[in-house]
């Protein structure tokens, strides 16, 4: 059973205010707090928090040839993202998460993972004024990103998580094929995160996808959703998201020791990664960190127990 995150992470509250001449700087020092917060925590598998990332459409929009940013749209109440449009046949420019990778693991000696958003959510989001249709973009975007994760592993990178937040029950074919795409020729762990989903109408095809870990969110919906992996004899290993990201209040110890229990009905411990149920940067940085330390805390005792 291993301890992970999703991807981001509350950023400290001093970056903002940082003078762009010391932005890098700034963000390295931003990168070195949260990974500490995280080692602090007992996190084994970590990420940078996604310190570098304003947001994760719009980051490698700005990165990626053929994009353009019109402006912002709301998402939900008072939160807006800049929404990329598609203008030009897209092309990959130079290395995306390269230097981020690079610095990650100078500053830990724990396990990282390179949390990527998928070419299937990068067009669902964006504006398609370049191509025919939407798998024609998704190949295409597809096809970039699996340059930027041969570059990833080439450089020492063992975990690669595709995020797709935007799949659809009809479009898993597309979806099914963008990931081959994007993991063409790569030999190294996977994992595909999916949250605020139906999962009922994505299972069980979402099973077939061609990656080693499914990481989904349950502790939003009280759990409910494990019976749907027992209906269908889940067979992966399991990103268990047992920690509320929209909500302030910490998880008790003892609720998410429960949690993990329920878990371990569906999987073998060894097939197990518990994590929150997506990013944690929405969440005040002091309450991030003590839901990560109860997670852990809670997969130390089960371990020991079970190992007892």
């Known amino acids: 059973m291993k301890t992970t995150v999703v991807g981001s992470y509350p950023k400290p509250k001093w970056l903002k205010y940082v003078p762009e001449k010391d932005k890098l700087e700034a963000i390295k ?12 925590a007992g996190v084994e598998i970590l990420s940078d928090g996604e310190v570098w990332r304003d947001e994760m459409t719009s980051y490698f929009a700005n990165r990626i040839d053929g994009f353009v940013i019109y402006g912002e749209v709301r998402v939900w109440g008072n939160t807006y993202y800049p929404k990329p449009a598609i203008v030009d046949e897209l092309r990959y420019r130079k290395p995306i998460l390269l230097q981020e990778f690079e610095f990650l693991k100078k500053v830990t000696d724990r396990k990282v993972k390179v949390p990527i958003t998928g070419a299937y959510t990068l067009v669902e989001w964006s504006f398609n004024e370049y191509y025919n249709s939407k798998e024609e973009a998704v190949y295409a975007l597809a096809e970039i990103l699996n340059e930027e994760v041969k570059r990833l592993v080439k450089a020492g990178a063992d975990f ?11 479009d898993l074919e597309v979806v099914e094929n963008a990931i081959e795409i994007t993991l063409k020729g790569i030999k190294v762990y996977t994992a595909l995160h999916i949250c605020y989903n139906d999962y009922r109408k994505l299972f069980p095809e979402v099973m077939d996808l061609k990656v080693n870990q499914l990481d989904l969110e349950f502790a939003n919906r009280k759990f409910e959703d494990l019976e749907i992996l027992k209906e269908y004899s889940f067979d992966k290993d399991l990103g268990f998201g047992c920690i509320d990201v929209h909500s302030k209040r910490v998880e008790s110890v003892e609720e998410i020791f429960k949690a993990i229990e329920k878990a371990l009905e569906v ?26 330390k109860n997670m852990c805390e809670a997969v130390k005792i089960i371990t020991f127990i079970n190992e007892a």
Not at 29 to 40: C, G, M, S, T
């Open 267 to 292: 999987v073998d411990s060894r097939k197990l990664y518990v994590d929150p149920d997506c990013g944690l940067k929405l969440l005040p940085r002091n309450i991030a960190f003590r839901k990560l």
């Open 160 to 170: 690669i998580q595709i995020d797709e937040p935007a799949i659809n029950s009809k």
């Open 29 to 40: 020092d931003a990168v070195r707090a949260v990974v500490k917060d995280q080692e602090v």
